[in-house]
C-alpha cells in the first residue's frame, strides 16, 4: 500500500527550477522525519535533503545545499512535503524519492515512496 505519493517531476533546462511534492496520511507522518533522496544509473541512492519532525530543523547534502530547500504543509488529514529544486545542473538528473522514518531519514528510511524522475537539459 503506498504511502507516500511523489508528484513534480519532470525536463526543465539547466538553470531552471522545478519542485516536487510528496503527500503522506497525517497519521503517522505529521510526526516523522521527511526528506528526499535520489538515485542515477549504476549508483546508490544518495541523500538530498530533510526536514525534522518537529518541522525546526533542514538539512542537505553538500551537492545540493543553498539551491534546494525542503519544507512541510501539515494539513487535516495528510501532510505534503516539498523539494523547491533552483539553478538545476544536469547533474541533478535523477529519480527522486521521497522518505519518511519516525527517526532520521539519513540512512535507511523505512519508507518510501516511487519515486519521480527529474531530467536536466544542458
Known amino acids: 500500500q503506498e504511502q507516500l505519493v511523489e508528484s513534480g517531476g519532470g525536463l526543465v533546462q539547466a538553470g531552471g527550477s522545478l519542485r516536487l511534492s510528496c503527500t503522506a496520511p497525517?497519521?503517522?507522518?505529521?510526526?516523522?522525519?521527511m526528506g528526499w533522496h535520489r538515485q542515477t544509473p549504476g549508483k546508490e541512492r544518495e541523500f538530498v535533503g530533510s526536514?525534522?519532525?518537529?518541522?525546526?530543523?533542514?538539512?542537505?547534502s553538500d551537492a545540493v545545499k543553498g539551491r534546494f530547500t525542503v519544507t512541510r504543509d501539515i494539513g487535516k488529514y495528510t501532510v505534503t512535503v516539498y523539494l523547491q529544486m533552483n539553478s538545476l545542473k544536469p547533474d541533478d538528473t535523477a529519480v527522486y524519492y521521497c522518505?519518511?522514518?519516525?527517526?532520521?531519514?539519513?540512512?535507511?528510511?523505512?519508507?518510501w515512496g516511487q519515486g519521480t524522475r527529474v531530467i536536466v537539459s544542458s
Open positions: 522518505a519518511a522514518d519516525s527517526q532520521s531519514v539519513l540512512q535507511l528510511p523505512a519508507y
Open positions: 526536514i525534522s519532525w518537529t518541522g525546526g530543523s533542514t538539512y542537505y
Open positions: 497525517g497519521q503517522p507522518f505529521s510526526t516523522y522525519s
